[in-house]
């Protein structure tokens, strides 16, 4: 199906496609690939880049731009996560409605029917839906969002229907579950979970460990007139598609369990607590895997892990990078600015940083390396060259 979208030749990479087939493309398979640039040695992870969701969401852009001049286009907000891409769409045209915090940067109000508006891969609320239909946009045209979502959400709509309250684990400053929260609510009482802290929190809550008085004060992201007596009796547990999955199979475990003691039951079932693991966006389990696997076999001194610095995918792959190796996480090339010194992001404080001496001067050095779902394989071939070129 990939195959049959159609993306720019500049985010592509000769380099990265002869890489690719090294071996038959395999889900099940995690090894990492291995190739040697020079003295060095790359470590790369089996799965990385482009998912088929922002394949389809870029492809739907370039497209409606080329078939479209002489028109005015809009993007609700970013497309996806990436600041190359961002740049080039602006470069094409496309001017943003909305930056990724929601903030107005266009008046909607300055709209005309026949300006294309396009929706980002996340999707949006059926608030904003509303907004943009009352103005006349067309949007059913020109809508990206990721068949992963939209399989979220038709699972809210199941599962608010059959009497379920819809947990969401996900980011919820993050317009993906900005917008699976939107339609969730409106069917179902609905509670966004960030994190594993807020699910064991919670589980008191279900419990009655917890006085329900303080539940507002611990939980902020509910819908309206969210009632923790009747409302935690019965739970459908989802996530925005780009979350840790073993994080959210952990709080799965802890909302079940929680239910069982509440219960005295040692299996609660289906009919109090709905398993949503199918839910799991494809891409982002095996790119987390295979990161996970390149970072624990391949006995490299470093980790470069390349994508948008406001990815919530790509900050995972770090946080797992992390666990094993020194990771330095960059956007592109340029943040490499020469063999002594190095600018990446750090996750943990949200800012940049520079790391002074960063390239080992070893022989037989291995670097491990990956990318985010949003990242051109274009860019991490400039890495990769730039890193060369630097340890010869």
Same mark, same amino acid.
């Given at each position: 199906?990939?195959?049959?979208?159609?993306?720019?030749?500049?985010?592509?990479?000769?380099?990265?496609?002869?890489?690719?087939?090294?071996?038959?493309?395999?889900?099940?398979?995690?090894?990492?690939?291995?190739?040697?640039?020079?003295?060095?040695?790359?470590?790369?992870?089996?799965?990385?880049?482009? +998912?088929?969701?922002?394949?389809?969401?870029?492809?739907?852009?370039?497209?409606?731009?080329?078939?479209?001049?002489?028109?005015?286009?809009?993007?609700?907000?970013?497309?996806?996560?990436?600041? &190359?891409?961002?740049?080039?769409?602006?470069?094409?045209?496309?001017?943003?409605?909305?930056?990724?915090?929601?903030?107005?940067?266009?008046?909607?109000?300055?709209?005309?029917?026949?300006?294309?508006?396009?929706?980002?891969?996340?999707?949006?609320?059926?608030?904003?839906? %509303?907004?943009?239909?009352?103005?006349?946009?067309?949007?059913?045209?020109?809508?990206?969002?990721?068949?992963?979502?939209?399989?979220?959400?038709?699972?809210?709509?199941?599962?608010?229907?059959?009497?379920?309250?819809?947990?969401?684990?996900?980011?919820?400053?993050?317009?993906?579950?900005?917008?699976?929260?939107?339609?969730?609510?409106?069917?179902?009482?609905?509670?966004?979970?960030?994190?594993?802290?807020?699910?064991?929190?919670?589980?008191?809550?279900?419990?009655?460990?917890?006085?329900?008085?303080?539940?507002?004060?611990?939980?902020?992201?509910?819908?309206?007139?969210?009632?923790?007596?009747?409302?935690? &009796?019965?739970?459908?547990?989802?996530?925005?598609?780009?979350?840790?999955?073993?994080?959210?199979?952990?709080?799965?475990?802890?909302?079940?369990?929680?239910?069982?003691?509440?219960?005295?039951?040692?299996?609660?079932?289906?009919?109090?607590?709905?398993?949503?693991?199918?839910?799991? +966006?494809?891409?982002?389990?095996?790119?987390?895997?295979?990161?996970?696997?390149? +970072?624990?076999?391949?006995?490299?001194?470093?980790?470069?892990?390349?994508?948008?610095?406001?990815?919530?995918?790509?900050?995972?792959?770090?946080?797992?990078?992390?666990?094993?190796?020194?990771?330095?996480?960059?956007?592109?090339?340029?943040?490499?600015?020469?063999?002594?010194?190095?600018?990446?992001?750090?996750?943990?404080?949200?800012?940049?940083?520079?790391?002074?001496?960063?390239?080992?001067?070893?022989?037989?050095? &291995?670097?491990? &390396?990956?990318?985010?779902?949003? +990242?051109?394989?274009?860019?991490?071939?400039?890495?990769?060259? %730039?890193?060369?070129?630097?340890?010869?």
């Amino acid at each position: 199906m990939l195959q049959n979208l159609h993306l720019p030749q500049y985010y592509k990479s000769t380099l990265i496609e002869q890489i690719k087939s090294q071996a038959p493309n395999s889900a099940r398979d995690q090894t990492p690939y291995t190739v040697q640039l020079g003295k060095l040695t790359f470590k790369l992870a089996r799965h990385f880049g482009f +998912c088929f969701g922002v394949q389809q969401a870029l492809s739907l852009a370039y497209k409606t731009i080329a078939e479209n001049k002489g028109k005015r286009v809009f993007l609700l907000s970013e497309i996806i996560h990436n600041p &190359i891409i961002y740049d080039d769409l602006v470069k094409q045209g496309i001017k943003f409605l909305m930056d990724s915090k929601s903030n107005i940067l266009i008046p909607f109000e300055t709209l005309k029917p026949d300006d294309i508006v396009l929706i980002p891969a996340f999707g949006i609320t059926l608030e904003l839906r %509303k907004h943009l239909q009352d103005l006349g946009i067309d949007i059913l045209r020109y809508d990206t969002t990721c068949p992963f979502v939209q399989k979220v959400w038709n699972t809210v709509k199941k599962l608010g229907q059959t009497g379920y309250t819809i947990i969401i684990h996900g980011n919820p400053n993050h317009e993906e579950t900005k917008a699976t929260f939107s339609y969730a609510q409106a069917i179902a009482p609905t509670l966004i979970l960030k994190n594993k802290n807020e699910a064991l929190k919670l589980a008191d809550f279900i419990k009655d460990r917890t006085e329900l008085s303080k539940f507002n004060a611990n939980f902020r992201h509910c819908s309206k007139n969210f009632d923790p007596q009747q409302d935690l &009796i019965k739970i459908g547990l989802v996530q925005q598609t780009t979350m840790l999955t073993n994080e959210t199979e952990e709080i799965s475990e802890i909302l079940k369990t929680a239910l069982n003691q509440k219960n005295k039951a040692e299996n609660i079932g289906e009919a109090i607590f709905a398993d949503t693991k199918h839910t799991l +966006c494809y891409a982002t389990q095996a790119n987390q895997l295979a990161t996970k696997v390149l +970072c624990q076999t391949s006995n490299a001194d470093l980790a470069f892990i390349v994508g948008g610095y406001n990815s919530s995918n790509t900050k995972h792959l770090v946080e797992l990078a992390s666990q094993d190796l020194k990771t330095f996480f960059i956007k592109d090339s340029a943040e490499i600015l020469n063999s002594k010194t190095i600018r990446h992001f750090d996750i943990q404080t949200s800012t940049i940083q520079e790391t002074t001496d960063w390239l080992p001067t070893k022989s037989n050095l &291995i670097i491990a &390396i990956s990318a985010g779902a949003s +990242c051109p394989d274009k860019a991490l071939e400039e890495v990769m060259l %730039k890193i060369q070129a630097l340890a010869t």
